[in-house]
């Protein structure tokens, strides 16, 4: 369920829309031109706003940027029987989430206002999980009183400031990946994503196979005996990267 503003100066299809997506349940205010529509999206935000590209008054492109100056997570998909690859693309460069040729099924409008409120709360649960791996990786939240880890947080905090690439090492379970996600999160690069990546490796892998063969022998002069004996000894050292 979502709360979705219907604006369209086509009374019989604004009030079907509005009855269809009534209907599955959403919250639906509907405004019979641009106009009013702006002034829905000042009194309040939505998740999903369906406009027409031509009304009276304000258009469909001017409630698209209104819509998103006020309230940028808001979804606008954009309705027209006259439109054009031209108006289509200064749409979506707008922000537009989509645009719909009319006329078209009103299953495929429910279809894309499902999809619209999806995305959204896609990017909210994003944008919670962004602010919160700031607060898990500032350098005040990392605890330790010992002089090796005061050390090395003096080392990541000038390090964090530059574009260096940086090589983190140590032991399994002394915080590479915390030092890694406070280094990226303090850095100008804090805006992008914060891929983990896990490799191990092994090195210093030595093997050592010796064979002791022993014969036996029997002439008819002299017999010896030996046996043949195969062992093996392998050592490795592994390390985590």
Known sequence: MGRILVADDHDSLRRGIVRALS?????VDEAPNGNVAIERLHEGQYDVVLSDLKMGGSDGLDVLRTAK???PTTAVILMTAFGSVHTAVEAMKIGA???????????????????AIEHRRLKH???YLRHTQQDIYDFDRIVGASGALQSVLAIVKKVAKSNTTVLIR??????????AGAIHHNSQRAGRNFVK???????NRSCSVTRRE???????SASAASSRRTGAHCSS?????
Do not use: N, W
Not at 97 to 115: A, T
Not at 197 to 203: D, E, H, I, N
């Open 69 to 71: 100056s006020l309230h």
């Open 125 to 127: 649960e994003i944008e």
């Open 23 to 27: 209907e599955a349940h959403h919250e």
């Open 237 to 241: 050292t592994k390390s985590a990267t």
């Open 214 to 220: 022993r014969s036996r022998a029997r002439t008819s």
């Open 197 to 203: 990546r896990f490799r191990r490796t092994f090195s």
């Open 170 to 179: 140590g032991e399994t379970g002394t915080g590479k990946e915390l030092i």
């Open 97 to 115: 989430f989509d645009y719909v040729q009319k006329p078209f099924e009103i299953e495929e409008m429910e279809l894309k206002v499902e999809k």
